[in-house]
Antibody
Framework: QVQLVQSGAEVKKPGASVKVSCKASGGTLSSYVFSWVRQVPGQGLEWMGG????????NYAQKFQGRVTITADELTYTTYMQLSSLRSEDTAVYYC??????????????????WGQGTTVTVSS | DIHLTQSPSFLSASVGDRVTITCRAS??????LAWYQQMPGKAPRLLIYAASTLQSGVPSRFSGSGSGTDFTLTISSLQPEDFATYYCQHLTSYPWTFGQGTKVEIK
């Protein structure tokens, strides 16, 4: 059973960058889309972007374009999310999640079936 | 971007009630829709994918339906452990956006 284990909580100052890691134990990264989802306190889930080890490039929500970089390293079974130019509004819990092609009937449909435990990032001066 | 609107945003129900949550997409997404449950302080959990396929290990009181732009999540008989927040998500083209969530609370 694959587990995603994320790095620990971070406290950053406005304008700084943060890099959060997510290591897959018990499996590989290939064939999956590794996404990052954030949740601001008291609010809903927000998909930030995702990356596949095969492509090596990320796809990002427009809101975060230019500030976020998501990578997936097949050799270390680890995915990373780096967010730059931090502001107080970026204070949130950040989750990694595995997007898996799941079979339904004769077709395959992506869904995020395995999640990390979450990493709290606090941005404060 | 495809926008998902859930309704209601909040509902109050009793144990044993039948509960239905709807999710409407701003454009057709075929059956590329998933439902998640989130307990307070926990990571989300996948319940349904492909609009109506139950994820392994999820109780059969959960069911999903719909295609195109209109989808529903139904809990046939609400249990104490089902009081949580539920989200729909489309997984067609990027970005894979979520609905705003529906919080199910005890009446």
């Amino acid at each position: 059973q694959v587990q995603l284990v994320q790095s620990g909580a971070e406290v950053k100052k406005p304008g700084a960058s943060v890099k959060v890691s997510c290591k897959a134990s018990g499996g590989t990264l290939s064939s999956y889309v590794f996404s990052w989802v954030r949740q601001v306190p008291g609010q809903g889930l927000e998909w930030m972007g995702g990356a596949t080890p095969i492509s090596g490039t990320g796809n990002y929500a427009q809101k975060f374009q230019g500030r976020v970089t998501i990578t997936a390293d097949e050799l270390t079974y680890t995915t990373y999310m780096q967010l730059s130019s931090l502001r107080s509004e970026d204070t949130a819990v950040y989750y990694c999640a595995r997007g898996t092609p799941l079979k339904s009937g004769t077709s395959f449909f992506y869904a995020m079936d395995v999640w990390g435990q979450g990493t709290t990032v606090t941005v404060s001066s | 971007d495809i926008h998902l609107t859930q309704s209601p945003s909040f509902l109050s129900a009793s144990v044993g009630d039948r509960v239905t949550i709807t999710c409407r997409a701003s454009q057709g997404i075929s059956s590329y829709l998933a439902w998640y449950q989130q307990m307070p302080g926990k990571a989300p959990r996948l319940l349904i994918y492909a609009a109506s396929t139950l994820q392994s290990g999820v109780p059969s009181r959960f069911s999903g339906s719909g295609s195109g732009t209109d989808f529903t999540l139904t809990i046939s008989s609400l249990q104490p452990e089902d009081f949580a927040t539920y989200y729909c998500q489309h997984l067609t083209s990027y970005p894979w956006t979520f609905g705003q969530g529906t919080k199910v609370e005890i009446k």
